[in-house]
């Protein structure tokens, strides 16, 4: 599975961005879909995460701000960030876990002014 991430870009504090993730096969199929991001000089975190069955689950530091989809017909797995902060500059991730396999694509910058 090849996963391509697209939609960053620099954006002012409070305003929104909608990454894609678009995979090389049916996501119909992928048991899980997450979005990940590393800041400079941090550890990769989990920002929002999607089971085949619908359910989400996103941390604190996102939460109410960022929202996971997938469109199944264009096998592309979405987030949607809205009030960015300048702590959510750093490089985003889609990573796709299926049948013990995980998969990661390249990352999209992010960043945010203030």
């Known amino acids: 599975v090849q996963l391509q991430a697209s939609g960053g870009g620099l954006v002012q504090a409070g305003g929104s961005l909608r990454l894609s993730c678009v995979a090389s096969?049916?996501?119909?199929?992928?048991?899980?879909m997450s979005w990940y991001r590393q800041a400079p000089g941090k550890q990769r975190e989990l920002v929002a995460h999607?089971?085949?069955?619908?359910?989400?689950n996103y941390p604190s530091s996102v939460k109410g701000r960022f929202t996971i989809s997938r469109d199944n017909a264009k096998d592309t797995v979405y987030l949607q960030m809205n009030s960015l902060k300048p702590e959510d500059t750093a490089i985003y991730y889609c990573?796709?876990?299926?049948?013990?396999?995980?998969?990661w694509g390249k990352g999209t910058q992010v960043t945010v002014s203030s």
């Open positions: 096969t049916s996501i119909s199929s992928i048991n899980d």
């Open positions: 999607l089971t085949k069955v619908g359910s989400t």
């Open positions: 990573k796709a876990d299926t049948f013990g396999i995980t998969y």
